[in-house]
């Protein structure tokens, strides 16, 4: 049984950094992509990164280009997203989702059809 479980989140200050894991286990890890979703209150759940557990390619939604890095360690079946120059508007819970990678990642991430595991979510407050 597939099962992703997520940890590091916690309130951080404007500026500020976090790191979120998320530790997948019950399945293949290969031919897999594996995102970071959040959704704030009100308002949708939204892909914000990617990456493919087969070749590392990633992808990142343009509001987070440049602060924040998804990345793996594939003997450990956990994938990182390290958040900096965190902003308020950065506030959400952050889910960690997997689907088989049968498209590229710019097809897939943004819609989180393409993911048929969850995991729980952690919770991530900016604020000063």
């Known amino acids: 049984q597939l099962q992703l479980v997520e940890s590091g989140g916690g309130l951080v200050q404007p500026g500020g950094s976090l790191r979120l894991s998320c530790a997948a286990s019950?399945?293949?890890?290969?031919?897999?992509?594996i995102g970071w979703f959040r959704q704030a209150p009100a308002k949708e759940r939204e892909g914000v990164s990617c990456?493919?557990?087969?070749?590392?390619?990633?992808y990142y939604t343009g509001s987070v280009k440049g602060r924040f890095t998804i990345s793996r360690d594939n003997a450990k079946n956990t994938v990182y997203l390290q958040m900096n120059s965190l902003k308020p508007e950065d506030t959400a819970i952050y889910y960690c989702?997997?689907?088989?990678?049968?498209?590229?990642?710019?097809?897939?991430?943004?819609?989180?059809?393409?993911?048929?595991?969850w995991g729980q979510g952690t919770q991530v407050t900016v604020s000063s």
């Open positions: 019950g399945f293949t890890w290969r031919y897999y992509a």
């Open positions: 989702a997997a689907g088989r990678k049968m498209t590229t990642l710019q097809d897939m991430c943004p819609s989180e059809r393409a993911f048929a595991s």
């Open positions: 990456i493919s557990s087969t070749d590392g390619s990633t």
